[in-house]
């Protein structure tokens, strides 16, 4: 049995640029793959970051100072950040930046930085990829033709959500345990959108055919025999007699 691999899609939202210049977290967003699969489990953070958000950064994610302004404060918020991440491996896309924000982030609030090793950044897996190709998230999702017209603005939860269906592509896409067993499963092919019938496929269930009997019936023996008589020195009759 293939043991449980436990992932967090993350992204945040900050108020600007680098935690150098003092700016902070304002959203989390993260949620769980099992087996690259995901459950449903989410965690969903707004944090009140104590300072103003840069104009510019507003306007990329159109979170307000006034929204957050009754939000936690990222000190109130981290121990159940840390629960719900562990020590699983975190996806993101750009990790660097996210992880800068993090650890800073972590720092003040006088808790351990989280090792650079426990992230997998999709940008660099979509670079090794496609080389040469656009690697922006709204790009991956235009190549994998996933939907992602919902995304007006960026918010930390839409796109973990959006990374999560990129992250599977990028590894593979989904492979389903389609536990075939002594039960029902036949695969048909059928051509989708005028394509060829072996890009597209449908399950459909039903009882297994029996066992075809292979043995000689006396009708196909006498014919056999008949056909014998017609040769001269047949090769049956001579392994027969040796």
């Known amino acids: 049995m293939t043991d449980m691999v436990r992932e967090i899609v993350l992204d945040t939202e900050t108020t600007g640029l680098s935690p150098d210049d003092g700016h902070r977290i304002i959203e989390i967003g993260a949620l769980e793959l099992i087996n690259h699969m995901p459950t449903g489990k989410k965690c969903h953070l707004y944090i009140n ?3 103003e958000i840069d104009v510019e950064a507003e306007r990329v994610h159109g979170i307000s100072g006034a929204f957050l302004a009754d939000k936690p404060v990222f000190t109130d918020i981290v121990d159940e950040f840390l ?15 996210d992880m800068g924000f993090i650890n800073a982030e972590l720092k003040w609030a006088g808790k351990t930085p989280l090792p650079a090793d426990q992230a997998i950044d999709t940008l660099v897996m979509a670079r090794k990829k496609f080389p040469g190709a656009q690697a922006s998230l709204d790009a991956l999702c235009r190549r994998f033709a996933i939907d992602n017209s919902h995304r007006d603005l960026h918010g930390a939860l839409i796109d973990a959500d959006l990374l999560a269906e990129v992250y599977i592509e990028l590894t593979g896409g989904r492979q389903p345990d389609l536990g075939l067993g002594a039960s029902q499963v036949a695969m048909t092919a059928t051509p989708a959108d ?14 297994l055919r029996p066992a075809r009997p292979h043995a000689v019936s006396a009708a196909e023996k006498e014919a056999h025999d008949a056909f014998i008589e017609t040769i001269s020195d047949p090769i049956w009759r001579q392994s027969s007699e040796t």
């Open 49 to 51: 970051p104590e300072r």
């Open 83 to 97: 629960d719900f991440i562990q020590n699983d491996k975190l996806i993101i896309h750009n990790a660097p930046f």
């Open 194 to 207: 005028g394509a060829a019938a072996t890009q597209g496929f449908t399950i459909e269930t039903g009882p």
